[in-house]
T-cell receptor
Framework: GNSVTQMEGPVTLSEEAFLTINCTYT??????LFWYVQYPGEGLQLLLK?????DKGSNKGFEATYRKETTSFHLEKGSVQVSDSAVYFC??????????FGQGTELSVKP | GAVVSQHPSWVICKSGTSVKIECRSL??????MFWYRQFPKQSLMLMAT?????????EQGVEKDKFLINHASLTLSTLTVTSAHPEDSSFYIC??????????????FGPGTRLTVT
């Protein structure tokens, strides 16, 4: 079946540190892949997406590359800010028309 | 654009009572809406898919008689938790999909409703 696995949190970083949140997936075919962000007290927002292999999604300094050979979609940012503190969800869209989410990774950025 | 609202944002109810949660697409018509449940520090679990004018499709293991979904218009879907028990306490999130087939995966999420059953 389809599934998404993320690295466990919480992840705690200092401001301006480099961020990587690992995400791997299991799916039939070639799903579309997403990163969503959930700020405290708010709903999920789409951060970035990639719809085919080798696509790179990017937004607000975050990037993720669709790697078919390693079935991965790791999220990276070169220099995090306190305002990036949130929970990040990796997700795939399967052929059945459903979004399948990972368990979420909490990021805390300290000044 | 593409804003989804939920009401209420939080609710406390007594065990055995029913509670209704509304999900509205504010600036677009949504033929399809989704209801998710999120436990603390866990992922979103899809409960059901709500299609305007037809019966909802429930995921395996979700009790359709307990979680009643009504998608009566193109901008409103409701989730009613009937005879609520403490184990139903959770964060309920809805999302709405833009109409058309061009971007079938594009969902916009509401801010969620925190339900506490005492």
């Amino acid at each position: 079946g389809n599934s998404v696995t993320q690295m466990e949190g919480p992840v705690t970083l200092s401001e301006e540190a480099f961020l990587t949140i690992n995400c791997t997936y299991t799916a039939t075919g070639y799903p579309s892949l997403f990163w969503y962000v959930q700020y405290p007290g708010e709903g999920l927002q789409l951060l970035l997406k990639a719809t085919k292999a080798d696509d790179k999604g990017s937004n607000k300094g975050f990037e993720a590359t669709y790697r078919k050979e390693t079935t991965s979609f790791h999220l990276e940012k070169g220099s995090v800010q306190v305002s990036d503190s949130a929970v990040y969800f990796c997700a795939l869209y399967n052929q059945g028309g459903k979004l399948i989410f990972g368990q979420g990774t909490e990021l805390s950025v300290k000044p | 654009g593409a804003v989804v609202s939920q009401h209420p944002s939080w609710v406390i109810c007594k065990s055995g009572t029913s509670v209704k949660i509304e999900c509205r697409s504010l600036d677009f018509q949504a033929t399809t809406m989704f209801w998710y449940r999120q436990f603390p520090k866990q992922s979103l679990m899809l409960m059901a898919t709500s299609n305007e004018g037809s019966k909802a499709t429930y995921e395996q293991g979700v009790e359709k008689d307990k979680f009643l979904i009504n998608h009566a218009s193109l901008t409103l879907s409701t989730l009613t938790v009937t005879s609520a028990h403490p184990e139903d306490s959770s964060f309920y999130i809805c999302s709405a999909r833009l109409p058309g087939l061009a971007v079938p995966y594009e969902q916009y999420f509401g801010p969620g409703t925190r339900l506490t059953v005492t």
